[in-house]
């Protein structure tokens, strides 16, 4: 069983940055594949980022590429999502998620999830 806290969200302008954090606990954190999903109101949970287990290989979503960055200490149990030239259309409540499965991109490919962290970008 995997535990997962995210913090890190708030309330930003237009253009400006934010860093999610996503601690872990209970499990092997090394051994999980990690993601950020997200999800607006009204509208389907999204896939963002997800980096592989020793962190050497990342992906993103297209929305995001070249703005947001993942990254994860495994020391720490930890992984981290910096966000930068943030939009409005980021607004949504961000999701931590760990899994095994050979997926990176689909929610049933990840086993555990966190609770989320609002972000909010105001124009």
């Known amino acids: 069983q995997v535990l997962l806290v995210e913090s890190g969200g708030g309330l930003v302008q237009d253009g400006g940055s934010l860093r999610l954090s996503c601690a872990a606990s209970?499990?092997?954190?090394?051994?999980?594949?990690m993601a950020w999903f997200r999800q607006a109101p009204g509208k389907e949970r999204e896939f963002v980022a997800a980096?592989?287990?020793?962190?050497?290989?990342?992906f993103y979503t297209d929305s995001v590429k070249g703005r947001f960055t993942i990254s994860r200490d495994n020391a720490k149990l930890t992984v981290y999502l910096q966000m930068d030239s943030l939009k409005p259309e980021d607004t949504a409540l961000y999701y931590c998620?760990?899994?095994?499965?050979?997926?990176?991109?689909?929610?049933?490919?990840?086993?555990?999830w966190g609770q989320g962290t609002q972000v909010t970008v105001s124009s």
């Open positions: 980096i592989s287990r020793s962190g050497s290989i990342t």
């Open positions: 209970g499990g092997s954190f090394s051994s999980k594949r």
């Open positions: 998620a760990a899994g095994q499965a050979t997926a990176w991109t689909t929610k049933r490919a990840y086993d555990y």
